[in-house]
C-alpha cells in the first residue's frame, strides 16, 4: 500500500474512531459503526507497513502497535454487544500507542 494512502486512510480512520467514541455517549445507533470502521482502517494501517527493514527495537514497537490495532478491534465488538469493556481495551491500545511513539529511538 502506498504511504500516502496509508496516512490518508489513518487519519479518516482517527476520526471516525474519535467520532464514534464520542457518539456513543449520546446513545447513537451510527456510534459503534463508526468506531469499528475508524478501528478496522487503523488495523489496517498497521498491518500493511512494511516492517522488514526495522531494527529490533522498532519492530517490537511495531508489534506493540499491532496488538494496540486489534485492541481496537475488540473495542468495538464489546461496543455493539453494549458492554462497557470497549473503554479498557481503548484505554490499552492508547498506552500502548502513546508508548510506541514516545519511547526514544536510538
Not at 11 to 28: D, F, M, N, P
Not at 61 to 73: E, P
Request: charged content about 10%.
Amino acid at each position: 500500500m502506498n504511504q500516502t494512502i496509508r496516512t490518508l486512510l489513518f487519519q479518516c480512520s482517527g476520526l471516525l474512531l474519535l467520532a464514534g467514541a464520542v457518539l456513543y455517549v449520546t446513545k447513537l445507533s451510527v456510534a459503534p459503526y463508526l468506531f469499528a470502521f475508524g478501528a478496522a482502517g487503523i488495523a489496517i494501517c498497521y498491518l500493511t507497513a512494511p516492517f522488514k527493514h526495522l531494527d529490533t527495537r522498532r519492530r517490537r514497537l511495531q508489534m506493540f502497535n499491532l496488538i494496540a490495532g486489534l485492541l481496537m478491534l475488540v473495542a468495538s465488538v464489546y461496543m455493539f454487544k453494549g458492554r462497557n469493556e470497549w473503554i479498557l481495551c481503548l484505554t490499552i491500545a492508547a498506552i500502548l500507542q502513546l508508548y510506541a511513539v514516545f519511547v526514544p529511538k536510538r
